[in-house]
């Protein structure tokens, strides 16, 4: 009688179908299948022609979705888990970090302006030159020079730096 090689042997360890992996996140199918596709989630093995995942792949899966709520993209989400070490991996989280610390101070800025917008105190806040100064600076116009409007009757943003 001859014996199997081990990686020949079926696993015992339990396995789900692709239907009960996705069930269990709340995704389709078709979701998984795409992880699959672009390297993010390891080709399942199959049985009967059927994808059957292992206790590794529900991990997977949780980590590829909590990196997606902390904001790294497909791709990046792909590198963290490619990476063969922890320098490597904290190296490309330091990048994501200096990114969403970049967001934040442009959402200050804008929440910033909004609030002062809110309790200016002129009536119509296009009047107003903290927000006139802001609008230039956005969109990069010397606020010594004249500008003229693009719009032929001046009716667009462009007229708020005009005046």
């Not at 709340?26 to 596709?37: D, F, I, N, Q, Y």
């Not at 490619?82 to 991996?89: I, M």
């Amino acid at each position: 009688m001859k014996s199997t090689p081990a990686a020949a042997q079926p696993s015992s360890e339990p396995t789900c179908s692709i239907g009960e992996l996705a069930a269990r996140f709340g995704l389709a199918t078709h979701v998984l299948r795409h992880w699959e596709s672009v390297g993010l989630l390891t080709p399942a093995a199959r049985v009967s022609g059927r994808r059957r995942y292992t206790q590794s792949h529900i991990a997977r899966v949780a980590l590829i979705l909590h990196s997606k709520q902390v904001g790294l993209g497909l791709a990046r989400t792909r590198d963290l888990l490619d990476a063969c070490d922890g320098p490597g991996r904290r190296s490309i989280l330091r990048s994501h970090l200096e990114e969403l610390d970049a967001q934040l101070a442009r959402i200050r800025t804008s929440k910033n302006l909004i609030n002062h917008v809110l309790t200016c105190r002129y009536e119509d806040f296009t009047e107003c030159p903290r927000f006139r100064a802001e609008i230039a600076a956005t969109a990069g116009i010397d606020r010594e020079q004249p500008t003229r409007s693009p719009h032929p009757r001046g009716r667009c943003a462009a007229h708020l730096v005009d005046r």
